[in-house]
């Protein structure tokens, strides 16, 4: 059988024909980078995919252990390379783009995520500390992390503490100093810390949220008292640091992801130094967060791409009833019928364009030297966030329903891509968080960035208004961005409050038009390929069938949305809490 | 003493072949090309055979269209030092391979040519034999160990009664099956030197080879669809059936 990731054509066609990487990198080593991702995620990643969810990370008196072939994978990884891939050249990294990175990381996580979550966290890690800590915390603390011999996690969560940041407890007691900057001790209880103890890397990093106690031992209240540290599970003189593994939690998905409860400064306190200076954690985190975040959402639309993929096979093998009408004859694979293939065309729609919209805001992410490049990833970051965990989960949700009952059953992948995929809403933000980021700070704060994002919308709309077949998205396109301008004029003359009382379906519309914005650009792109691009008239067909799926079923879906939002009605927000 | 490591570009493994509509061959447009499985185990053999200090340059050697730079850059991110591509559109046949290969080795002057037993695009398994015979050296082939000891080479081959070793001396060439080694992903930060490593270009006219094609091609066809079997009650009518399809 072919390969169930993610199709190569797609993503040659994204980068090379939509995005012209070649302007970042040449087309040889992205090939390159590319062959040996998918072959790696095919050999390495994908192999073990059923056995790490079934065989759940546990812990004993040494730590904890997960399924060894994840550890193996990771070791593959490691030497090939693959964790220095996007770091600069001085930094120990082979400064390949991000975008290139984000592809090859695509084929990772679509084979096996739980297992490229260590690698994500990882990367995330060092970057942090590559951006805001000093040179030995980089020499001691990043650079194994990128040469892929030690992993990394972040510590942000508490058990009551998990959206809310500001209500973190962890305590961090002033220390001294030595090379390493001014050294802390910590105590205080974290939760969900994926990667937060396991038995494949040597050390494990730690970035740690936590506030320093006013002279008088208060807590400072709010955001503004939280800083970040870097406490490691082994400390440089070979001790083992005071933090400890209370618990791990069993989850639904993602499983071969070690997910725990970590207990800090149990006993003497653990040791941690301060990355750069005081209350300045959150701060330093949210600068990070835009790639967190769009890695949050490549890996929920490669989840849900590879379901796709999986139902475009099964489709055509399944045997099952006839064209409406007739009644003998043989069998029909089941692509034949018109509602299995609305359901196939929708998650192409969804997936593809999932993965366009990480893949465009990855290519922001290297431009972000150009202020309207980084203006326009902050805007996006959100939906990219979102609307990918979103739609890719609706994807995997197709996927199980295209398989029938079989999809319902542990014999087939399906079940597994869906509860793996669930966690995305949630982590990095809920899409509730990402709503009121939108809506606040994205938008009715600050809206320098959408006037760069309508440019790029008038751009598009322009170049298709001239393609046969593209004038009436192009039209359906700048209706739709009218619409949106029309509601964020009513909420701006709305109180603040009631503003944010329907932030999450103003996120869904605007996430739906920049999707149609998307695909609307990758039409004119598809439509623009020559025979010489090598890619065959029914790659393009392909592309074009979707997007004009997109315009015609779901784009009109944000005319509901914007209306409620319009509306500005309270039904739920005023709703008494003693109804339910 | 070097090695010359001959390797190919043909459709991928994992690619279903389709054929031509016209019949005149498998269609190759739009479909991903890789080295040689058999090739990838030489190049890994060659690169083994240097880091034991036996080998002390690798160069890699491919007869085809200018996309089969990519195979040798594949080669050389694996470890090879340097790579000849001796270019030609045309089609080319196992003795043409070999004649050339025999005109590059006469510059290279390897101590051993180590390539795969066949190419899984045409499965000719013929290249390694004919180069032997041209160069009028040893040949070990379907190879499963290869161990080099000075002047001479012992070469364990996969042969149908089990398995033969026998050794040649050196120069030789060696032709490797599937259990000889697993080769090496290439790392991302050798691919990226290999760009830099050197790569030269020439034609078949270069080395005076003719490379006309002796045979033709007068047909190519998809297997024929497996007919269904049909269940027999016993020996008897098995033996019947066979003997009515003229088998027995």
Same mark, same amino acid.
């Given at each position: ?18 995005l ?10 992205i ?18 995919y059923?056995?790490a ?6 812990l ?15 070791r593959?990884?490691a030497?090939?390379?693959l964790f ?10 082979l400064?390949?783009p991000y975008?290139?990175?984000?592809a090859a990381?695509l ?28 040179a ?23 058990p009551?503490?998990? #959206?809310s940041?500001?209500?973190v ?17 910590l ?31 208060t807590?400072?209240?709010?955001t ?14 070979g ?6 593994v209370?618990g791990l939690?069993?989850k639904m998905?993602y499983?071969g ?9 149990e006993n ?25 975040r ?28 006839r064209?409406?009408g ?12 018109p509602d299995?293939?609305?359901?196939l ?8 364009g ?7 805001c ?12 980084a ?13 990918p965990s979103?739609?890719?989960l ?5 996927a199980i ?11 087939f ?14 982590h990095e ?11 606040g ?24 208004? #001239? ?15 009218q619409a949106?301008g029309?509601v ?14 329907n932030?999450t ?14 695909w609307l ?17 029914n790659?393009?067909e ?6 004009r ?5 779901e ?22 809490e003693?109804?339910? | 003493?070097k ?35 058999f090739?990838e185990?030489?190049?890994?053999e ?6 034991a200090?036996?080998v002390?340059?690798i ?12 195979t040798?850059?594949? +080669? ?7 790579a000849?591509?001796v270019?030609t ?6 003795l ?6 025999? +005109?590059?080795a006469?510059?290279?002057e390897?101590?051993?040519?180590i ?47 089990g ?25 991302l930060?050798?691919?990226?030197? +290999? ?15 003719d ?16 007919q ?12 019947a059936?066979?003997k ?5």
């Amino acid at each position: 059988m072919a390969s169930t990731l993610p199709s190569r054509r797609d993503v040659d066609f994204l980068l090379h024909d939509w995005l012209k990487s070649d302007r970042l990198q040449d087309r040889e080593t992205i090939d390159a980078l590319l062959d040996l991702a998918e072959k790696l995620a095919n050999e390495q990643f994908l192999t073990h995919y059923k056995q790490a969810d079934a065989e759940e990370p546990f812990l004993d008196a040494s730590g904890v252990h997960i399924c060894p072939p994840i550890g193996e994978a990771l070791r593959q990884y490691a030497e090939l390379g693959l964790f220095s891939a996007s770091f600069p050249e001085e930094a120990g990294g082979l400064g390949l783009p991000y975008l290139a990175y984000s592809a090859a990381f695509l084929f990772f996580s679509a084979a096996n995520i739980a297992t490229a979550a260590y690698p994500m966290l990882t990367a995330a890690n060092a970057r942090l500390i590559l951006e805001f800590g000093n040179a030995n915390q980089v020499a001691t603390f990043a650079r194994p992390q990128i040469a892929g011999d030690w992993f990394g996690t972040m510590c942000l969560s508490e058990p009551q503490a998990g #959206s809310s940041l500001a209500d973190v407890r962890t305590r961090a007691v002033a220390d001294g100093e030595d090379e390493l900057g001014a050294r802390y001790r910590l105590a205080g209880n974290k939760m969900w810390i994926s990667g937060g103890d396991q038995d494949v890397s040597e050390n494990i990093v730690h970035l740690v949220l936590a506030k320093i106690p006013d002279p008088d031992g208060t807590m400072p209240l709010g955001t503004a008292g939280i800083s970040l540290f870097i406490v490691p599970k082994i400390l440089p003189d070979g001790t083992r640091n005071d933090v400890s593994v209370a618990g791990l939690n069993h989850k639904m998905g993602y499983r071969g992801t070690a997910n725990c409860l970590l207990n800090f400064g149990e006993n003497e306190g653990a040791t941690g130094w301060i990355v750069g200076e005081p209350g300045q954690g959150l701060r330093q985190m949210f600068l990070m967060m835009n790639e967190a975040r769009i890695s949050v959402g490549l890996g929920a639309a490669a989840l849900g791409y590879r379901s796709y993929r999986l139902s475009v096979d099964y489709a055509r093998e399944r045997l099952q009833g006839r064209p409406i009408g007739e009644r003998a004859g043989p069998p029909v694979p089941i692509i034949e019928h018109p509602d299995v293939r609305r359901m196939l065309l929708q998650q192409k729609s969804y997936v593809e364009g999932a993965l366009a919209l990480c893949l465009y805001c990855a290519q922001l992410v290297d431009d972000e030297a150009d202020p309207d490049a980084a203006a326009l990833l902050g805007l996006l970051t959100p939906v990219a966030k979102t609307w990918p965990s979103e739609y890719g989960l609706a994807a995997n949700d197709i996927a199980i329903q295209i398989h029938g009952g079989y999809g319902y059953t542990r014999d087939f992948d399906v079940e597994q891509l869906w509860r793996d995929n669930r966690l995305n809403p949630i982590h990095e933000g809920t899409t509730g968080v990402q709503g009121v980021d939108l809506l606040g700070r994205k938008i009715l704060r600050d809206g320098s960035a959408l006037p760069i994002l309508e440019r790029a919308i008038r751009n598009t709309a322009d170049a298709a208004s #001239s393609v046969e077949g593209l004038a009436d998205h192009a039209r359906a396109l700048l209706a739709a961005w009218q619409a949106i301008g029309d509601v964020l004029t009513v909420l701006r003359e709305s109180d603040d409050r009631a503003a944010f009382d329907n932030a999450t379906l103003f996120l869904w519309a605007f996430g739906h038009v920049v999707v149609a914005w998307l695909w609307l650009d990758q039409a004119v792109a598809a439509a623009g390929c020559g025979a010489q691009s090598g890619h065959d008239a029914n790659f393009v067909e392909g592309k074009l069938r979707a997007c004009r799926f997109f315009f015609e079923t779901e784009l009109p879906k944000t005319d509901a949305w914007l209306a409620v939002v319009r509306s500005g009605t309270d039904v739920a927000s005023g709703a008494s809490e003693d109804i339910f | 003493m070097k090695a010359l490591v001959p390797v190919k570009r043909v459709i991928d493994y994992n690619v279903k072949p389709r054929v031509k509509a016209d019949g005149s061959g498998v269609d190759l447009s739009n479909v991903k090309m890789s080295m040689n499985p058999f090739d990838e185990i030489a190049v890994e053999e060659a690169i083994r055979l240097k880091e034991a200090g036996k080998v002390e340059e690798i160069i890699a050697v491919s007869v085809g269209p200018a996309k089969a730079q990519e195979t040798l850059r594949t +080669a050389l991110a694996m470890g090879a030092d340097s790579a000849i591509l001796v270019e030609t559109d045309e089609e080319v046949e196992p003795l043409a391979v070999a004649k050339i290969l025999k +005109a590059v080795a006469a510059e290279v002057e390897p101590g051993l040519v180590i390539l795969g037993k066949q190419a899984i695009d045409d499965d000719s398994n013929q290249t390694g034999q004919m180069l032997a015979a041209l160069m009028d050296l040893p040949q070990g082939t379907f190879a499963s160990k290869v161990e080099v000891d000075g002047d001479s080479v012992s070469v364990t081959r996969e042969v149908d009664g089990g398995l033969e070793t026998v050794k040649l001396s050196l120069p030789a060439i060696v032709t490797t099956d599937l259990r000889l080694n697993e080769p090496r992903y290439a790392s991302l930060p050798n691919i990226m030197k +290999a760009k830099k490593k050197p790569l030269e270009t020439k034609t078949p006219a270069d080395y005076g080879v003719d490379i006309t094609p002796r045979l033709k091609t007068t047909n190519v066809s998809e297997p024929p669809v497996r007919q269904a079997g049909v269940k027999v009650a016993d020996v008897d009518e098995l033996v019947a059936k066979l003997k009515a399809m003229g088998v027995a």
